[in-house]
């Protein structure tokens, strides 16, 4: 167990034996035996010892005895967290049979029931789905238009349609459940480097941020573009590479202004409204910003790649907790990047060079904020 602090008071082979003489044929025998042998023992001691995992239970934020806020849940990396075994023979050849495993992630999000957890990989240049029920992990299979060459954020709709962005495609791709392409935007909007995604469906939004060219793309549900604000500077209401999105649930678009070392608020039709952090290595200080949430109590969660933690803010900008240090222990990240909060208060953080992703629970008190 570890603390946290709180702005304000809490954190959040080789053989030996003798010489003897043997001929050609029955030296090679011995060797290939005794390397078998070896081989064998390996096996069955990975057999009757697998790798034990360090014990969760309890791993809270802010440490006992204060009240927790945040409670860890599990990780994912591939198919083997959900079951897979290795073959003998995979293992005598070195190999693993564990299934899809991650490799970069970079951003996640989650059915409401967080029974399917969807992960873009730069490296796999795809989006992985994590089916819990089904204890499966696959790739998402798009049609020949759909490839995707640099997968970033990802988003569900109510619908089940999956809306990506792709930096070197240059567009927003909304994707069928089956992965069949049934838009593909941007283009006719110039969009330089497509990164962030946020959805808005009770007000029939959808948010790119296109990072390079310092601006937010708007668009509706069906894919008609509405209105594109921002420019370049460091004014309220001007952006500086902004990278991710998220909506709260009065339907604020929070943005991460990471050239800016800040989160900015808009309304739904780009008018500023607010702006908390700077740069800085202090609590509520930011480095390297980069995925932004929103809980039910309209916490705001941001993620800081330098720090690997991210932090927790009231609606005000006043920071509460933060959760996470430099490790690939539970509850530690190594440059993380996207993060979401779905309807149950599950968070979703994309640990990027760990690879995999973690879940956490916001715990929501009685009468109202968790986190105070």
């Known amino acids: 167990m570890h603390k946290n602090k709180l702005c304000g008071g809490y954190e959040a082979i080789a053989l030996d034996g003798d010489m003897v003489k043997t001929n050609r044929s029955e030296c090679v025998r011995v060797l290939m035996l005794a390397c078998l042998g070896v081989a064998l023992a390996g096996l069955v001691g990975c057999a009757s010892e697998p790798v034990k995992k360090k014990d969760t239970s309890g791993l809270v934020w802010p440490s006992p005895p204060e009240l927790p806020r945040i409670s860890y849940v599990a990780e994912y990396h591939g198919q083997r967290d959900l079951g897979a075994k290795d073959s003998m023979k995979a293992a005598l050849l070195g190999e693993e049979k564990?299934?899809?495993?991650?490799?970069?992630?970079?951003?996640?999000?989650?059915?409401?029931?967080?029974?399917?957890?969807?992960?873009?990989?730069?490296?796999?240049?795809?989006?992985?789905?994590?089916?819990?029920?089904?204890?499966?992990?696959?790739?998402?299979?798009?049609?020949?238009q759909g490839w995707m060459s640099n997968p970033l954020e990802v988003r569900l709709d109510r619908q089940g349609r999956i809306f990506v962005t792709d930096s070197e495609r240059k567009e927003l791709l909304v994707l069928s459940p089956e992965g069949k392409t049934l838009m593909a935007l941007g283009k006719k909007e110039e969009i330089g480097r497509p990164t962030g995604l946020a959805l808005d469906e009770a007000r029939g939004r959808v948010y790119v941020a296109d990072t390079v060219n310092h601006r937010i793309v708007v668009?509706?549900?069906?894919?008609?573009?509405?209105?594109?604000?921002?420019?370049?500077?460091?004014?309220?209401?001007?952006?500086?590479?902004?990278?991710?999105?998220?909506?709260?649930?009065?339907?604020?678009?929070?943005v991460s202004d990471t050239g800016n070392f800040r989160v900015q608020v808009f309304d739904g039709e780009g008018t500023f409204l607010d702006a908390f952090g700077q740069l800085g290595d202090s609590y509520g200080s930011f480095s390297r910003s980069k995925g932004v949430a929103v809980d039910s109590d309209n916490n705001v969660y941001v993620i800081d790649g330098a720090f690997n933690n991210f932090q927790i803010f009231n609606r005000d900008g006043k920071l509460l907790l933060f959760v996470g240090a430099m490790g690939r222990d539970p509850g530690m990240f190594w440059l993380p990047t996207g993060i979401f909060v779905d309807r149950a208060d599950r968070i979703y953080v994309a640990d990027s060079i760990n690879a995999r992703i973690q879940v956490f629970q916001y715990i929501k008190q009685e009468g109202g904020t968790a986190v105070k």
Do not use: C, W
């Open 219 to 254: 668009y509706d549900l069906e894919g008609r573009h509405l209105l594109t604000f921002g420019e370049r500077g460091s004014e309220p209401g001007q952006l500086n590479y902004p990278v991710n999105l998220a909506v709260d649930r009065d339907g604020k678009l929070l």
């Open 98 to 144: 564990g299934g899809l495993a991650l490799k970069k992630p970079y951003g996640v999000t989650a059915s409401d029931d967080g029974k399917l957890i969807y992960v873009t990989d730069t490296m796999l240049r795809a989006v992985v789905v994590f089916d819990i029920e089904k204890k499966e992990v696959r790739p998402l299979k798009t049609d020949a």
